[in-house]
């Protein structure tokens, strides 16, 4: 694999291993969620056995941002917690994938206000954003997987 | 040895697996022994209170959605109610029984979260699955109801948002069939575990004085054998009128208020089953004064006249779709021009949409003489009270949520102080901290 | 519908102590709820009403036995005292006065925040305070994505301002 500032052309090899890369890191998604609010209601249904997250390779939360992958932002974020989310975003490993859940971490949602940061992105990169107040499990479960489509072709990490 | 005693500290929060929401707990410890504790919350502080001084009183029930997530319903009756009470009306009994539904769908989620959570954060994964599984039973049926599966905004100033759908008793006795279903598995699971009690059993414990010192309300002071439940003491919507019991403790530890919640999560599911049986028929939000020909209205408005609009009803041929439903005889512009019409009407016709334009369009909709209210409802985990202002403006001066779970936090000194670092975990689950209620 | 207001009681606010503890001596042994109007936009003076609901909760039966509304007039200066060795629950609630309104409690000077953060600067709740204005922590600091009136355009939200 070239290394970051190298100018290598991607060979075969190279190409090849990134695909098996993606492939594998795609169904087994090691995630943190990040809850904070009503989000993590229906979080907590996705994860359940009607809607199964598991179908995904994603059902298995580390609590430990050094042992996983993506960051699962459920919930309002506000102006006290956000230095908390900031550091554990750094304190995950590469490769690292975000998915702002629920319309409070994409945008601020309804809450414009004094307490509130509006959107995540204004902190810490975003890879996937999953609109909805919250969101309905169908909707999670579409933007699982096109986090994994994503996964999937950036599958070294690289971003 | 002559050792001199070293206590440390640890820090617990504010994301931590075990903690229901955002908060942060400051243990001082003495080996395993908890010696001091301290707790800093807020961090889902959202300014709800802020919001709805810039809101219409009808827009406000949106923000009661996310004090208690848990129980969305609740807040939504409590905060109507609040609001009808300061304005001296008072909703059909069709409404008041929905309410009491709606209500109860609602504690008996708030339980069911807070039973499967706090198994969760012991290691009883099966529990939980078991549990959210009867939940989202009930979520598909407040998603019939309403229309969202969390954020129901269901109830309006006057009112609720629909009738019951023709439909809803038969789904209601199948959802009712598979909660109590898993709930009685849960319980095989649960009740009688050594594990599970030798956690819970004398943990957390406070006694019936200092529950009432810092001002606890719901299971967690019935738990200690206090049977005081708003529903009773201060009945409200068709409470009066319902046959239930209040479970209450006697020793006020956690393993009592498990007890408490699952005997409440039955007692609920017996108050729907009786509501769907007394249900009266009529309207489920307030009359409408009075009925005109909408051509009149029309008229009228096109010369100019618009104050009709606002005190009449309109009566409309029934010939668009949306007018055919039973419970909509026509564009309704209810009692003093307060209940926002029926979605249906809205959106079907030019009347419902003017109707609602004028109610929801600042400084038009409903309005209140300046007065200062308090009203309460036994929400998921106590008393959940609204103190309104009203400046005589179309929208609150100020509103006040009373949150049932701040003071059982409050009181986390008490609960925790002297027992082992194990019990914080079961303690915490108890306590059922909701973080959107209790930093608001 | 019975009364979960209770009577109201006006009380001075210097002696607000001693009137609370009288009533807890008459078995007055919930506070209910412990919070605060700002009535700037109305122009009264004092401009802030502390208001505290006391209940008697008959523990053996769990009822009810009346409940009680004290309201206290009071401007930013420190004169109410604290309450909380008489009711243990004033605690937070005076603590969320302080940070949501500034009012302060003689007897306790170095009263902390209970639901913002120390780095804040004024008080949301007093009318005076407008909505959007933000005080982060870290990320952008002017919060220039916030003044876009993107949102409730038809409701001036900003008071005061």
Redesign the interface.
């Known amino acids: 694999m070239p290394l970051e500032g190298e100018t290598v052309p991607a060979g075969v090899m190279t190409t090849q291993l990134d695909a098996a890369l993606g492939w594998a890191r795609k169904y087994s998604i090691f995630q943190y969620p990040f809850v904070t609010a009503c989000c993590g209601m229906e979080f907590m249904s996705v994860a359940a056995s009607h809607y199964d997250l598991d179908r995904f390779g994603a059902g298995f939360p580390r609590f430990s941002p050094r042992q996983a992958d993506v960051l699962l932002v459920v919930g309002t974020v506000s102006h006290k917690i956000a230095p908390v989310l900031r550091r554990i975003y750094d304190q995950m490993a590469e490769p690292k994938w975000v998915v702002a859940f629920g319309v409070c971490t994409c945008t601020g949602g309804f809450y414009n206000n004094y307490a509130t940061v509006q959107g995540i992105d204004t902190i810490i990169p975003v890879d996937l954003y999953i609109p909805g107040c919250p969101p309905r499990p169908e909707t999670v479960i579409q933007g699982l997987t096109l986090l994994q489509e994503k996964i999937q072709k950036t599958g070294g990490g690289r971003r | 040895m002559n050792r001199s005693r070293k206590t440390y500290m640890l820090n617990m929060g504010?994301?931590?697996?075990s903690m229901h929401?955002?908060v942060r707990l400051v243990l001082e410890l003495e080996g395993e022994r908890i010696v001091d504790v301290d707790a800093e919350?807020?961090?889902?502080?959202?300014?709800f209170?802020?919001?709805a001084?810039?809101?219409?009183w009808n827009n406000v029930v949106?923000w009661t959605?996310?004090l208690n997530?848990?129980s969305p319903l609740i807040n939504n009756v409590g905060y109507a109610l609040a609001v009808e009470?300061l304005a001296g009306i008072e909703v059909p009994e069709r409404g008041q029984y929905i309410r009491v539904i709606a209500s109860e769908i609602s504690r008996v989620t708030d339980h069911l979260?807070c039973i499967g959570?706090t198994a969760m954060e012991l290691g009883a994964l099966t529990v939980?699955?078991y549990l959210?599984?009867g939940?989202?039973y009930l979520?598909q049926l407040v998603d019939h109801l309403t229309g969202a599966?969390?954020?129901t905004s269901f109830t309006r100033v006057g009112g609720v948002k629909g009738d019951l759908p023709p439909d809803f008793a038969e789904k209601f006795r199948q959802v009712a069939k598979e909660v109590r279903l898993a709930v009685s598995e849960s319980g095989r699971l649960l009740t009688r575990n050594r594990i599970f009690m030798d956690r819970l059993e004398g943990t957390g414990r406070i006694s019936?004085?200092?529950a009432?010192?810092?001002?606890i309300t719901g299971p967690f002071l019935?738990s200690t054998?206090?049977?005081?439940?708003v529903r009773?003491?201060?009945?409200?919507a068709a409470y009066d009128r319902l046959d239930f019991e209040?479970p209450?403790g006697t020793t006020g530890d956690n393993y009592d208020r498990y007890l408490c919640r699952l005997a409440e999560i039955e007692q609920s599911l017996r108050l729907i089953e009786q509501c769907l049986e007394k249900i009266p028929d009529g309207r489920h939000s307030l009359e409408p004064k009075e009925i005109r020909y909408a051509f009149e209205i029309q008229d009228a408005g096109k010369l100019g006249d618009t104050a009709l609009l606002a005190k009449y009803a309109a009566k409309v041929d029934r010939t668009l779709e949306g007018m055919s439903k039973d419970d909509q005889p026509g564009t309704r512009v209810p009692d003093r021009g307060i209940t926002l019409p029926a979605k249906e009407s809205t959106y079907a016709n030019i009347e419902g949409l003017m109707n609602h334009f004028e109610l929801v369009?600042?400084t038009w909709g409903v309005k209140i003489p300046p007065s200062e209210?308090?009203?309460?409802v036994e929400g998921g985990n106590g008393?959940l009270?609204f103190?309104l202002?009203s400046?005589g403006s179309d929208g609150p001066?100020?509103v006040?949520c009373?949150p049932p779970c701040?003071?059982p936090?409050?009181?986390i000194k008490?609960l925790l102080v002297g027992g082992q670092i194990a019990d914080v975990v079961p303690t915490f689950g108890s306590i059922n901290m909701i973080?959107?209620e209790l930093?608001? | 519908m019975s009364n979960l207001r209770g009577e109201r009681r006006d009380v001075p606010a210097a002696s607000n102590r001693e009137a609370l503890s009288h009533l807890r001596a008459e078995g007055y042994n919930m506070l209910v709820d412990l919070t605060c109007v700002d009535y700037l936009k109305e122009g009264r003076s004092p401009r802030f009403d502390v208001i505290y609901r006391l209940m008697r909760l008959d523990p053996a039966l769990g009822k009810d036995l009346g409940r009680v509304e004290v309201h206290c007039a009071v401007d930013e200066a420190p004169v109410l005292r604290s309450v909380k060795d008489v009711w243990p629950a004033a605690d937070w609630l005076e603590r969320e006065i302080w940070d949501m309104f500034g009012v302060k409690f003689a007897d306790r000077p170095g009263i902390k925040r209970l639901l913002l953060y120390e780095e804040f600067v004024g008080h949301p709740l007093r009318k005076d305070y407008p909505i959007a204005k933000r005080q982060p922590l870290i990320g952008p600091k002017s919060g220039d994505k916030a003044d876009s009136p993107s949102f409730n355009i038809l409701r001036p939200t900003v008071t005061g301002e």
């Open positions: 504010p994301q931590h697996p929401g955002v919350i807020g961090y889902l502080h959202r300014a209170e802020k919001h001084e810039s809101e219409t949106p959605d996310r997530y848990v009470k979260t959570a939980f699955l959210i599984k939940r989202e979520y599966r969390i954020t019936q004085a200092d009432i010192a810092y001002g019935r054998g206090v049977a005081y439940d009773r003491s201060h009945p409200y209040i209450v369009m600042w209210g308090y009203f309460a008393e009270g103190h202002v400046d001066y100020r006040r009373r701040l003071f936090m409050s009181a008490k973080a959107g930093d608001r």
